[in-house]
């Protein structure tokens, strides 16, 4: 099966809070392709600390610059919004090499459920976090924040504003 090149790449992930990470590897996927929709996960099983409405409003604040991102929020499986808005490439960013184990999972498994019954493959492609923002857990980030520290070196400007102004102890309740 041979692959047409892509161009265009979806960007999938929870973005709580959307950190100086994921816009590297943004930044640099942008250069790859013409177009890179972010999709921010709506998954009610998992705890987010930002709603997805919050979430979608930070990540187009923090990449109102960048002409060729789209942001959406997704519900259900990625790889079939993936599959129905005709996307071949799944973006994934790693920081360090205990990313990559789950990282190798997950997009094993897309193949897998994007490979039944379709010609066509929905492939999965890996960009490491620049050696700078490799650190940066969005985890971290919330923990910085409940114990009163600065995170205007983890986040955007904009999510480091909207931040500060978050009831933090909430973050408590849902550990």
Excluded at 92 to 119: C, P, T, V, W
Aim: charged share 25%; hydrophobic share 40%; net charge neutral.
């Amino acid at each position: 099966m041979k692959l047409m090149p892509a161009k265009k790449a979806l960007y999938p992930g929870s973005f709580d809070p959307f950190t100086l990470g994921h816009l590297d590897v943004l930044v640099r996927a942008v250069e790859i392709f013409d177009c890179v929709e972010i999709a921010i996960a709506s998954n009610s099983r998992k705890k987010s600390i930002l709603n997805a409405k919050e979430r979608e409003s930070l990540v187009k604040t923090a990449t109102a610059n960048l002409s060729n991102v789209k942001v959406s929020i997704v519900e259900g499986l990625v790889i079939d919004y993936a599959r129905a808005n005709d996307y071949r490439i799944l973006l994934r960013g790693i920081r360090a090499a205990n990313d990559f184990e789950q990282e190798l999972e997950m997009s094993q498994i897309n193949r897998s459920l994007s490979l039944k019954g379709y010609n066509d493959s929905i492939e999965t492609v890996f960009l490491m976090t620049s050696p700078e923002y490799s650190f940066i857990r969005a985890s971290r980030v919330w923990e910085l924040l409940e114990l009163g520290g600065d995170v205007s070196t983890l986040v955007p400007d904009c999510v480091s504003k909207y931040l500060e102004g978050r009831n933090i102890g909430y973050f408590q309740q849902t550990r």
